[in-house]
């Protein structure tokens, strides 16, 4: 039995001060009079509490990679970051195109227990963008998101195929869009930055047109569609368009983006190297107000790690990709100052929502998952040291407003902020 | 001053220092002795990762000139193999002894880089399309020995500025010692954004060309993907090349200026490269005191903050 | 400039002690005819110039003045704080010519250590003498001077300031507290 006690709790009818009460793998009580003694305390004063985080987009590494992460070292970064499920992105080696490494996937996290691991599936085989992946196994092994992540499907008759394919299985393509004529081996915004630095530059074009394109598609075939790691305000327009057409279109945004331009390439650190690349401060501006107004509809972390010597070479030669998992919270909270609501909408029920996860995302109420996360939003911090595998995080020794302090994973404690 | 890494940032004031030490330099090298014991002691290691041996000699002959060891490292297309990292390079030649590192690489930043991991002032040889600050210093230095000052002195840069690191810190230093500099190049060829830059953009090499003191060829680069800036070679040379009509309608006083190696007959004639007005072998020879001027700040005399 | 401790020598005994100088090198020298002055950057060069100016009055004879810069040829350069280098130029050959090095201020003897050094990548001298306007003493090298000014007995603490005419205004030798800077 666990008690949470003194917290501002994000119920199906608001927000309420209230002691919740969890036993077994539900929530028996918010805001009765909890137990005098309970196995477990959690003093949640001034505290946030709400359902546990749930990231759309992260790369565990496993199977294949494993020196950079696994599911074991991953889910671990996942609890401490206050996820309590998230989606594994299909790229590893091999590719999840085929259905028993979906189950692979699903299943090691399980094992490791620390957090849902919901394997997403690749479009295509081989995320070769040439043949579609063994679509119906990924399904039964229990995918609902399809993306060739790491990649563009730049194919729009495959596109259309898939979405086709996919209709009425209640399932989301996500598209990593990036126009590889327009992209030019870009390491970064291609912009003033780029030209002084004299590096390749990687233009919001490349992004804004793969979109566009895409929604064309999606209004054609009326398919679920995804877009992956907003990174322009061009885009976050096509969006706001799309939706205010009706159409079925979500988006997320990572958490770097909502803090770094592509001014700090300057120090010509790998940290921050990532792709979508850091872009300008009006983009940021425009992110920033699309999260908290709901055209973006959720934060995702495309945690991506990479070990020290991987990271340890010039600017141009380093793998792209940040972790993520546990400074999403502290980084989401510094840059935009968003209040409760939004936050768990943003990190919690529209992540669930699309994902298609019924667990997780849930208001707290008698008789919801205990799948929870307690969360300081006026807590002060500044990483050093990551559970993650890999240290390659570009908020190393930036104060951050927003900690996690206990995450909660089917009614058993998987995160507990120790000091 | 711990680093050579680039000309940005560099007041008037650091590259004029640079410049008058460059002067003595000039002096000494002219010597029956060439040479002086200042560094005696002290090893200069060059770390190499693209193949340039001009440059390389240059920073060799002047480490030598100030009686330092020189340790070469340049694995060009040679024995290393592709595993050892950039880091691992240098901390292995920090541990053989190396005083100081002069790093060239294809890459941006890889001198800051190396500069993050080892405790050992490093001098950027160039990197990618980023730096060459010896080459803007020596640049600077044969201009102000030339000309007396560059105060004034409207320095055209011509070819594909977009891919060139000696054009960045050129403009940079120049523009900073007081000259007009104009980039000379098509739209191709030239930086996306170039907001801010102390500089004026002109397309049309002919139209410019009688309103220059200087002229300063860029050799178009096969390596760094200068051939998709432009249609075809021919068409390039007619535009922008300096040819023996464009060179006769030069200011009488004009000079002409090129970091080498020089593409005769492409961005200049071989009429023009053997005449008296290049002062290309000055170039060269004041690479030298250049180099030995950085290495003296860097090395011998700091400043207090060591 | 702050408050001086003492003044050792005025402008007046700078000048006699200029002139004494150069009537010792014209002595030894029979003549000042193949004798090369140089002098020592910073102060050593208008000292040497005087000295050259004397020997014109008095000889009539015309010699050749240097100056040499020892930046180079220190061993001592990362504890000073940046240095800049000045002019090394000769306008002779001196080899198989004595050449006499002048300076201000004869310490510790590391200064003309290092100018030996330099005159020795200028040429072979056919002998190199010293000749300087202050000896404080406290040598930390087998360096001794051929010509001296005055002889003045110093404290390490203290410190001797000469100035040039050139250079400050006027000729003068003052002792200062080292603190007091």
Known sequence: MIVIRGGSVFTPDGIVTADVVVDGDRVVSVGDPPPPTALIEIDATGCWVGPGLVDLHVHLREPGQEWKEDIASGSRAAAAGGFTAVVAMPNTVPVIDEGHRARFVGERGLKVGLCDVVPAGALTLGREGQHLAHLDELIEAGARIFTDDGDTLVDAGLLRRAMEYLAGRDCVIAQHAEDPGLAEDGHMHGGSVSSRLGMRGLPALAEETIVARDLALVELTGAPYHVQHVSTAGTVELIRQAKGAGLPVTAEVAPHHLVFDHREVESMDPNFKMYPPLRTPDDVAELRKAVLDGTIDAVATDHAPHADHEQEVPFEEAPRGVIGLETAVGATITATDIDQRRFFERLSINPARIARLGEHGVPVTEGSPANLVVIDPTAVWTPERFHSRSQNSPFLGRKLTGKVRATILRGRLTHRETE | ?306 | ?181
């Open chain 2, 1 to 306: 001053m711990r680093h050579l890494l680039t000309i940005e940032g560099m007041s008037r004031a650091d590259l004029e220092d640079l410049l008058d030490l460059a002067d003595e330099f000039v002096d000494v090298l002219d010597r029956p002795i060439p040479k002086v014991p200042t560094l005696r002691g002290a090893t200069v290691a060059t770390l190499f990762f693209e193949p340039s041996t001009r440059t390389r000699l240059s920073f060799e002959r002047a480490a030598r000139a100030l009686s330092a060891d020189v340790l070469t490292f340049a694995p060009g297309t040679s024995s290393v193999t592709k595993g050892e990292s950039l880091k691992d390079t240098a901390l292995t030649l920090r541990a053989m002894g190396a005083d100081l590192m002069v790093v060239r690489h294809s890459a941006t930043g890889a001198a800051h880089r190396v500069a993050q991991w080892v405790d050992v002032p490093v001098i950027n040889g160039g990197d990618g399309a980023h730096q060459h600050p010896t080459q803007a210093i020596l640049d600077a230095l044969t201009l102000r020995r030339h000309f007396g000052k560059l105060d004034g002195l409207h320095v055209g840069i011509v070819g594909d500025i977009r891919h060139s690191r000696v054009a960045r810190s050129g403009l940079q230093a120049f523009s900073t010692l007081g000259a007009r500099v104009t980039l000379i190049a098509p739209p191709t060829l030239l930086p996306l954004d170039m907001t801010d830059w102390p500089v004026e953009v002109a397309n049309d090499f002919d139209e410019v060309l009688p309103h220059l003191d200087v002229v300063y060829l860029l050799r178009i680069q096969q390596e760094r993907g200068g051939t998709t800036g432009f249609t075809s070679l021919p068409e390039y040379v007619r535009r922008f090349g300096l040819d023996d009509s464009r060179f006769a309608r030069l200011r009488p006083e004009a000079v002409v200026m090129h970091p080498g190696p020089m593409n005769r007959g492409v961005e200049i004639s071989p009429h023009v490269a053997d005449s008296s007005r290049t002062l290309i072998l000055d170039q060269v020879r004041n690479g030298v005191a250049a180099r030995m001027a950085v290495l003296f700040r860097l090395l011998a005399s700091p400043g207090a903050e060591r």
């Open chain 3, 1 to 181: 400039m702050t408050a001086t401790r003492a003044v050792v020598m005025d402008a007046d005994d700078v000048r006699r002690a200029i002139h004494r100088l150069a009537h010792e090198i014209i002595e030894r020298h029979h003549g000042a005819a193949r004798v090369v002055l140089v002098g020592i950057h910073t102060r050593g060069v208008p000292l040497a110039a005087a000295i050259a100016k004397a020997i014109q009055e008095f000889e009539g004879v015309d010699v050749p003045v240097g100056e040499l810069d020892i930046g180079l040829y220190r061993d001592d350069l990362d504890r000073r704080a940046a240095t800049n280098l000045f002019r090394t130029a000769v306008p002779v050959d001196i080899t198989d010519r004595p050449v006499v090095l002048v300076d201000d201020v004869l310490y510790t003897g590391r200064t003309i250590r290092a100018a030996l050094d330099a005159l020795s990548d200028l040429g072979r001298a056919e002998a190199v003498e010293l000749a300087v306007l202050v000896d404080r003493g406290h040598r930390q090298l087998p360096i001794r001077p051929d010509y001296v000014g005055k002889n003045l007995p110093t404290s390490l603490g203290e410190r001797v300031v000469v100035g040039a005419a050139e250079i400050d205004g006027e000729w003068g030798v003052w002792i200062r507290d080292e603190e007091g800077t």
